[in-house]
T-cell receptor
């Protein structure tokens, strides 16, 4: 069983729609949760970090954490073609980071 | 966010040579840095965790004598690929753990990556 699981996609949404990206993790002791965006040929860029249950909003992005269900999600409102990228979920446990394999998002104009 | 630089961004070398990649945290001190490798259309693979002033911790299957890591200061870690071969061609990315204001942050910031091509 992988530490962090993501649907590889691709997830296709029309421009202006809400994109919903999901991630599950296996270790209940995980403490910190992150979403990264990676454009093709580039390194990952941190979008959101979340540490406690509930929602955290930053502009068009909302991260949701449910520790009981071991589930993290990222919502992107008003999706733009420039949001097309691979989104990586990362989980931290005692200075050990685990990355999911990423979900490819395509936002169609 | 915090800034991490990586140099060089691209390197082409002959088989059998050694290549050194530098990773620097520009506006913060990083006690912990990480080295990843990524093959085309694949996910990040953690190679090693580098702690300032101590030996790096390598992931299973990563040869420590081939991938030499030195974390000599709080802002610099280096990865040396020794006796490189074509199968070592990949995208190498470093990251640094950002300590935050009270030292409790676990955020990682990535360098821009180094694309290594071994002929």
């Amino acid at each position: 069983q992988k530490e962090v699981e993501q649907n590889s996609g691709p997830l296709s949404v029309p421009e202006g729609a809400i994109a919903s990206l999901n991630c599950t993790y296996s270790d209940r002791g995980s403490q910190s949760f992150f979403w990264y965006r990676q454009y093709s040929g580039k390194s990952p860029e941190l979008i959101m970090s979340i540490y406690s249950n509930g929602d955290k909003e930053d502009g068009r992005f909302t991260a949701q954490l449910n520790k009981a269900s071991q589930y993290v999600s990222l919502l992107i409102r008003d999706s733009q073609p420039s949001d097309s990228a691979t989104y990586l979920c990362a989980v931290n446990n005692f200075n050990k980071f685990y990355f999911g394999s990423g979900t490819k998002l395509n936002v169609k104009p | 966010g915090a800034v991490v630089s990586q140099h060089p961004s691209r390197v082409i070398c002959k088989s059998g040579t050694s290549v050194k990649i530098e990773c620097r945290s520009l506006d913060f001190q990083a006690t912990t840095m990480f080295w990843y490798r990524q093959f085309p259309k694949q996910s990040l693979m953690l190679m090693a965790t580098s702690n300032e002033g101590s030996k790096a911790t390598y992931e299973q299957g990563v040869e420590k004598d081939k991938f030499l890591i030195n974390h000599a200061s709080l802002t610099l870690s280096t990865l040396t690929v020794t006796s490189a071969h074509p199968e070592d061609s990949s995208f190498y990315i470093c990251s640094a753990r950002f300590p935050g204001l009270a030292g409790g942050s676990n955020e990682q910031f990535f360098g821009p990556g180094t694309r290594l091509t071994v002929l």
